[in-house]
């Protein structure tokens, strides 16, 4: 691992600072976020998944519990956009499985520094892993902050 040193002004010490804290300026502050809507590369799963599914993500250097709050869509593999059904609504699965790429509104055990992805790559990638196996692989597309402020307007 490479670690990278600096001298913070302030009453900051080195055991304050723990693995998934992230340094940014006071001009330009990282959003902290304990829900995101993600879209999600399903890799290698033994069961499939369903809201109310549990596992552990890894985030930039933090890791965390999560939880699949809800299956929002589902991606066309020919296409590469969300399935829509007749009327143009996006398709809502009950499940998703091996192979399929979902997108999912997700629940953090904490809140953690989060941006999304086309804002800021390096913290809006993550990894999702079960039973020590990586089960999937993703983009943050919406932080909670986004959310809320999309179902105001």
Not at 32 to 46: G, M, T, Y
Request: with cysteine.
């Amino acid at each position: 691992k490479q670690w990278y040193q600096r001298r913070v002004r302030g009453n900051i010490e080195e055991e304050d600072i723990s693995p998934g804290f992230v340094l940014c300026s006071t001009n330009s502050q990282c959003k902290i976020a304990d829900r995101f809507l993600a879209k999600i590369q399903l890799v290698e799963l033994r069961n499939i998944i369903a809201p109310g599914f549990n596992c552990i993500m890894h985030i930039h250097s933090s890791v965390t519990e999560v939880s699949f709050e809800e299956l929002v869509g589902l991606m066309d593999k020919k296409t590469g956009k969300k399935m829509v059904d007749k009327s143009g609504k996006a398709v809502k699965p009950r499940c998703a499985k091996e192979r399929e790429v979902v997108f999912a509104k997700l629940q953090l055990a904490s809140p953690i520094c989060i941006e999304s992805f086309d804002q800021f790559p390096q913290l809006g990638r993550f990894t999702l892993r079960d039973e020590g196996k990586t089960i999937a692989v993703g983009v943050v597309l919406k932080t909670s902050n986004q959310l809320a402020s999309q179902m105001t307007n």
